[in-house]
Each structure stands twice: as structure tokens, then as C-alpha cells.
């Protein structure tokens, strides 16, 4: 049972497995279809194992740039690490993630992310750490102050964001692929006052800030409540949520019962350069930014 690139039948194998968990459409077929065609996954390399023609197990790995303080480094971001029921707990994705690392290895690249739907402890006996992550979620008021904003169809923007040591670089293919990669239509709105912006996807009622201009710093916090909030009644949503993403700790007090760490979507992180990494110590402890709309 080897390790490898994914070929196209194996892909479309692989795609079809995971109908059971993360479903496009209720019909599988549907579900096939619209992954195959889906910009996200098309951007990330597939792998997989196979057992006498059967896929036992696969996992995509998509292209990032990472920052730090002393350089970028190219990584790259592990997703839908899948083993079908009946081959589980034979070692499959253990395998196929150590063989994918030091795939990448040999061409230089030596970090990696994910995002942890189970818990981390899995990952973390593979070499990954947990780092900081939050999210916040919360019912709006019934009514507050209207802020006079105008609402574009949703184009690529750079936020910037400055303050972070660490983190994913937006680069220009990014961009347009973090926008194109939504299942839902989007939402950019611009506060007419400040020229501040939100991007937004509206899911039943709930509406999920992808990214804005506003960094979540408390200097900048209460004014990216007022434009999500009254952006959120505008576009008819009763529920706001987001992921903390800031190089200051979250704010603490009454912000307890919103703030949280994730239960899902993880970040966790891994290096193979050894324990001398020096980023290491920093990168558990301080912001990473890696934002909402970048996930995989
Ligand atoms: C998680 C998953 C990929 C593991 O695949 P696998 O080939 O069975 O993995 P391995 O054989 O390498 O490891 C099995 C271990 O995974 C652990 N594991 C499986 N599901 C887990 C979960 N939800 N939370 C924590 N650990 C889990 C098993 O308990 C087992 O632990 P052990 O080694 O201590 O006995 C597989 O269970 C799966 O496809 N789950 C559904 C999709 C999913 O949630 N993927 C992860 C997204 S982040």
C-alpha cells in the first residue's frame, strides 16, 4: 500500500468517499460533482493510499506562504484528511500525513498547517502544536444604530492587517481564490464615513465575517461591532460570527461568554526544522494570522 499523488480517477474516488462528512449535496452524485468543480479543492494537490484499487485514505494539501519575523516561508495546509470507516485505525492517516511532509520536505518545504475538526491530540502526536485560536459568535440585539454603507458584489481586497508577526501572506492568486472559493454569494460593504470594509458570506441567517480592513485589536474592536452589526441587520441576519484573529489577546471580561476557544477548525501547526526552530517559542503564544476566509 503506497503513498502518492493522487491521480484523477483516485481524486474523483476520494472526493466521493467523503459525501459522508462533509456533503456538497445531499445527492452523492450532486456532491461529486460540485467538489470536483469546486475552486477550493482544485487548488490543492490531492494524496492518497490505495489497496487493490480502493482509495484507504487521502488528504489535500494546499499552497501558502507563511510570514515571520525574519522571512516568508513556503508551507503548506493539510484538509480533508479522510479514512473510510471500514480502514480506520490502521495507522492510514498517520502515514499518509508523515509521507506527505516529507514529500514537500525534499523540495523545501518544512511547515505545515490544519485546522483540527477532532481533537488535536491526534495531531499533535504527529509533531503539530496547537496555537491560539479563537472564535466568537453572537444573537444581535433586535435593533441598534444604522451605519450608511454601501454594499459592492464581492471583489478580491487585501486586508493588510498590520501588527502580526506570524502568519499566512496574502498574495494576489490568494485573494481572488478566497472570494472564488465560497459556497455562499458574498458581501462587501464599505462604511461611507471611514471607507473601512467587511466581507461577509450569509448563511440562514447567520452572517460570518470573512475579513475586513479593521483589525480585531481593542483599539479597533467597538468600530467593527458597529459596522458588523448594523451591516448584519441590513442584510436581514439575526446572528453574527466570526473567528478572533488579532495579535492581542482576545478581550477578556464581559467578552467571556462570546469569545472561545475553537472546538473546530483548530489551528495547529508543524515544523521540520527541528527544535531550534525559532519560531517556535513565539508562534504558540502570539497571534498567527490566518483568517476566516483562507480556510481549508
Ligand atoms: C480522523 C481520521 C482521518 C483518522 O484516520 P485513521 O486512518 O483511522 O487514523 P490512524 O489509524 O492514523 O489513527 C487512528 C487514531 O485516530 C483516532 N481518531 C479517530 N477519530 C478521531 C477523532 N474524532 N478525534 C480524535 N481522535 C480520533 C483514533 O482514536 C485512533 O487513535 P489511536 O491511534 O490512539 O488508537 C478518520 O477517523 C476519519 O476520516 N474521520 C472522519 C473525517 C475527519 O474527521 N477527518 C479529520 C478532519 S480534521
Same mark, same amino acid.
Given at each position: 500500500m503506497e503513498c502518492r499523488l493522487a491521480n484523477a480517477d483516485q481524486i474523483a474516488q476520494a472526493f466521493a468517499q467523503v459525501h459522508v462528512v462533509? %456533503?456538497?449535496?445531499? +445527492?452523492p452524485a450532486l456532491h461529486l460533482e460540485k467538489r470536483l468543480a469546486s475552486k477550493q479543492h482544485q487548488r490543492a494537490s490531492w494524496f492518497v493510499i490505495e489497496d487493490a484499487g480502493t482509495v484507504v485514505c487521502s488528504l489535500g494539501a494546499y499552497p501558502f506562504q507563511l510570514f515571520g519575523p525574519d522571512g516568508d516561508r513556503p508551507a503548506r495546509a493539510f484538509g480533508a484528511v479522510f479514512t473510510p470507516e471500514a480502514h480506520r485505525g490502521q495507522g492510514h492517516a498517520a502515514r499518509l500525513i508523515s509521507w506527505v511532509c516529507e514529500h514537500y520536505a525534499e523540495m523545501g518545504t518544512l511547515d505545515f498547517i490544519l485546522y483540527s475538526d477532532i481533537d488535536p491530540a491526534y495531531y499533535q502526536k504527529l509533531g503539530f502544536q496547537t496555537l491560539p485560536s479563537y472564535e466568537w459568535a453572537w444573537d444581535l440585539p433586535r435593533s441598534g444604530p444604522r451605519v450608511d454603507m454601501t454594499v459592492f458584489p464581492a471583489r478580491p481586497l487585501d %486586508? *493588510? $492587517? %498590520? &501588527?502580526? !508577526?506570524?502568519g499566512i501572506r496574502r498574495q494576489t492568486a490568494d485573494a481572488i481564490w478566497v472570494q472564488e472559493k465560497q459556497n455562499s454569494p458574498l458581501r462587501l460593504s464599505r462604511c461611507l464615513a471611514t471607507g473601512n470594509w467587511l466581507l461577509s458570506r450569509q448563511d440562514h441567517g447567520t452572517y460570518t465575517l $470573512? *475579513?475586513?480592513? $479593521?483589525?480585531?485589536s481593542a483599539s479597533d474592536w467597538p468600530e467593527l461591532l458597529r459596522l458588523m452589526e448594523s451591516d448584519a441587520r441590513q442584510a436581514g441576519c439575526h446572528r453574527v460570527k466570526g473567528w478572533w484573529v488579532s495579535h492581542e489577546p482576545r478581550p477578556e471580561a464581559s467578552w467571556e461568554n462570546v469569545f472561545k476557544p475553537r472546538s473546530q477548525e483548530i489551528l495547529m501547526w508543524s515544523s521540520l !526544522? &527541528?527544535? &531550534? +526552530? %525559532?519560531w517556535r517559542a513565539d508562534i504558540g503564544q502570539h497571534g498567527f494570522r490566518a483568517l476566516l476566509s483562507e480556510h481549508v
Open positions: 462533509w %456533503p456538497h449535496d445531499p +445527492d %486586508p *493588510e $492587517l %498590520p &501588527g502580526f !508577526r506570524y $470573512l *475579513e475586513s480592513s $479593521l483589525t480585531q !526544522r &527541528g527544535a &531550534g +526552530d %525559532p
